[in-house]
């Protein structure tokens, strides 16, 4: 499994969440987002529906009828109602069950930044999980590190 760390310093998380959603269905595979906070999770899915026709985002709630449909799906748990294969979690908070998905992402910004390098040493030497790092320059492009 794989788990890559985003540091949020230029764009919104929107914005980011709504980028890494696009290459996620672009593949093939379903997403779920988690998010603990309520606003920030319909914040995400009015991002998410603003997408031009060619990047059409569907989403839903996990609770909502039809969620296991959905090829995106909103939730404040790390269960995949979706049968989704990767994570992102959103609120900067990882949680334990994102290691049972084929690929985690952990969305942090300034504030985050301790408990996001505390979640990077725990991952540190466990069998079968990748890391690596993505920042973002000024000009809004993204370079992984590891």
């Known amino acids: 499994m794989r788990v890559d760390f985003y540091q949020l310093s ?13 290459k996620v269905i672009a593949s093939g595979a379903r997403l779920l987002i988690v998010s603990a906070d309520k606003a920030q999770r319909e914040a995400l ?22 969620s296991d449909r959905q090829p995106i ?11 989704a294969s990767m994570i992102v979690m959103a609120d ?21 930044t301790e408990a ?11 069998d079968g999980v990748e ?3 993505h920042k973002q320059d000024q000009q809004g492009n993204w370079t992984a590190g590891g």
Request: charged share 30%.
């Open 92 to 112: 900067g908070k990882w949680r334990e069950d994102a290691t049972s998905f084929e690929r985690a992402f952990l969305l942090f910004g300034e504030s985050d």
């Open 73 to 83: 799906v909103l939730s404040s748990e790390a269960q995949a109602a979706n049968g």
């Open 131 to 133: 890391r690596e790092i």
């Open 45 to 66: 899915s009015q991002e998410l529906w603003r997408a031009p026709p060619q990047e059409f985002l569907a989403n839903g709630e996990a609770d909502a009828p039809g």
């Open 116 to 126: 996001a390098r505390s979640t990077w040493r725990q991952l540190d030497g466990l």
């Open 10 to 22: 230029r764009d919104p998380v929107e914005r980011v969440v709504a980028m890494l959603a696009r």
